[in-house]
């Protein structure tokens, strides 16, 4: 069959959720046995995500080949278990550099440029690479920002000429919001209908509509939109508030989303419409209806913002649910952590995740977490920077350096213990030194993380960092119970450090929330959250 091509674009407001709904949409189609990809394109101009404020923009997100990308393609691969990269996620910026390098080049021969048809035969381009490179039935494309925007407009003008060319093999879905007005006690469906006349004076006529709405839409509303939209009742589904975004793909699936898709597309229907794919996800539904008592987690870190922290959040919520519990999360902010407080502030929290980040806003605070979980024997699991602090705590209170830093906190620190090694870095686009995407990883045996992985000797995780453990300090921190358990075999790196005589106190070079899956959570979270769980007993009794 060929290649069928899915675009997903948003009205009216930002946030909606296309993110889900294409996450959602790719589950069902695979569900039903197709392969599928998912793909970002976002409409601002910078080259990736990398270098945007967590702030502003969430988490970056890091595929196995180390392209920094946007928190969505998190939720893909979260709902799917696909692989993403580079060719996954687009941005504006990339598409004015590669249409600038080829005029510089010559590649033009001499034409003047333009947004029609360079810029839109680019993203075109873009839209249409991965299915060039491998097979897929589908390919969905999520549009970044809101129909109208002055930034989006080269997007849809390339949507619009690709469905034109594709006929039967592309299909467009729209995302609005249906607002409930409580003074009028009614729903009102009109800033729908201005989106969907924006798209149609873009040339785009949706071929269905997703509404997005906190409370249930009776059918007659689902047929006012679809007879002022110019969409078939069947077409029309509406996306409610549910208590989890895991149930967003059954709830899309009840009421036929695939189905209509399918049909639009000419795509054979399985005969069997309970689709067999998705028992597991049911499954995984039940237990997380089942888990009914809390674990309380700590996130130690500095960027009060949930989506900062997104796939820690998430992969701490899946492990959870397996171990039939409910993750209470709780930001504590490193920046007011001191030695007269760390108690009260980490005090009742079954366990402590140390975060990732960049720059030394809030670094003493970590160490000074990491100090007191370490005396405390609270379970403890570091995540790259997390890691590097909990280096350079052990390094201060245990071996005696009181000066002991990294480089880049102090470069003149005679003992940094974390060290700048550039020989042994990826350049990136961005012309920094830094280790992105995935790098092999041998396991000690006997260790703890060896039992968490299966008894696995070579696994493989997603990196995103500047810096690296001195190995010149090695002997001394495996002398004094910190093992270095994880070394990348190919630069001799120190990737995981524990400390055995304690119940759970592990560190990572690498993201390991990268590779954590609905179906497939990541087992070095299931590992701590079980210590976590043990230690919840404690606490209770």
């Not at 970056?60 to 278990?81: I, N």
């Not at 998430?314 to 492990?319: D, N, P, R, T």
């Not at 405390?376 to 052990?394: A, R, S, Y």
Request: glycine share 8%; with cysteine; aromatic share 8%.
């Amino acid at each position: 069959m060929d290649t069928k091509y899915i675009f997903v674009t948003g009205g009216v407001v930002s946030s909606l959720g296309k993110g889900i709904i294409s996450a959602s949409i790719g589950k069902l189609l695979q569900a039903r046995g197709y392969k599928v990809t998912i793909q970002k394109f976002d409409p601002y101009i910078n080259i990736d995500p990398g270098t945007l404020n967590p702030y502003e923009h969430g988490e970056c997100y890091v595929t196995a080949d180390g392209m920094e990308t946007d928190l969505d393609l998190g939720h893909y691969e979260r709902f799917t278990d696909i692989q993403t990269t580079r060719n996954n996620s687009v941005t504006t910026g990339r598409i004015y550099q590669a249409v600038i390098e080829k005029e510089r080049r010559g590649d033009y021969l001499g034409k003047t440029i333009q947004v029609v048809p360079h810029i839109t035969d680019e993203i075109k381009r873009r839209i249409k690479e991965n299915a060039t490179h491998e097979h897929f039935d589908f390919v969905i494309s999520e549009i970044g920002g809101t129909i109208g925007d002055i930034e989006s407009a080269p997007f849809m003008e390339a949507i619009r000429q690709l469905r034109w060319e594709m006929g039967r093999n592309a299909v467009s879905i729209h995302l609005t919001y249906v607002p409930y007005l409580h003074a009028a006690g009614e729903f009102k469906t009109k800033p729908t209908q201005h989106s969907v006349k924006e798209l149609q004076s873009m040339g785009i006529q949706p071929d269905i509509l997703i509404l997005r709405t906190e409370h249930h839409l009776e059918e007659n509303i689902l047929h006012k939109v679809a007879s002022f939209c110019n969409v078939e009742p069947e077409c029309v589904v509406q996306s409610e508030d549910m208590p989890s975004i895991y149930e967003v793909p059954v709830n899309m699936q009840r009421q036929g989303l695939d189905i209509a898709i399918l049909r639009k597309l000419g795509s054979p229907l399985q005969p069997d419409e309970s689709v067999p794919g998705l028992v597991s996800w049911y499954h995984f539904l039940h237990l997380q209806q089942e888990a009914k008592e809390d674990v309380h987690i700590g996130l130690v870190g500095k960027y009060d913002l949930q989506d900062a922290y997104k796939s820690i959040r998430e992969s701490l919520s899946l492990a959870a649910i397996y171990s039939g519990r409910k993750a209470k999360l709780h930001f504590i902010n490193s920046e007011d952590i001191t030695s007269d407080n760390v108690a009260e502030k980490l005090d009742g929290m079954a366990g402590i995740v140390i975060c990732p980040g960049f720059g030394q806003r809030g670094i003493e605070g970590k160490i000074i977490a990491a100090e007191y979980t370490r005396n405390n024997d609270k379970p403890t699991f570091g995540i790259c920077l997390g890691m590097q602090m909990m280096v350079i705590e052990f390094a201060r209170n245990v071996l005696g350096y009181k000066d002991a830093n990294s480089v880049e906190m102090n470069p003149a620190t005679p003992h940094n213990v974390i060290d700048l090694m550039e020989e042994q870095k990826n350049i990136t686009q961005k012309g920094g030194t830094m280790r992105l995407g995935a790098y092999e990883c041998k396991l000690q045996k006997g260790s703890r993380v060896y039992e968490a992985y299966g008894e696995e000797t070579l696994i493989k995780e997603r990196h995103r960092h500047r810096y690296e453990f001195n190995n010149a300090y090695k002997e001394e921190y495996e002398a004094k119970g910190m093992k270095c358990v994880g070394i990348n075999p190919d630069a001799d790196l120190v990737e995981i450090v524990e400390i055995p005589e304690k119940r759970w106190y592990i560190g990572t070079q690498f993201h390991p929330e990268y590779c954590s899956t609905v179906l497939h959570p990541h087992p070095l979270f299931m590992s701590f959250i079980k210590a976590c769980v043990k230690k919840n007993e404690e606490l209770k009794n």
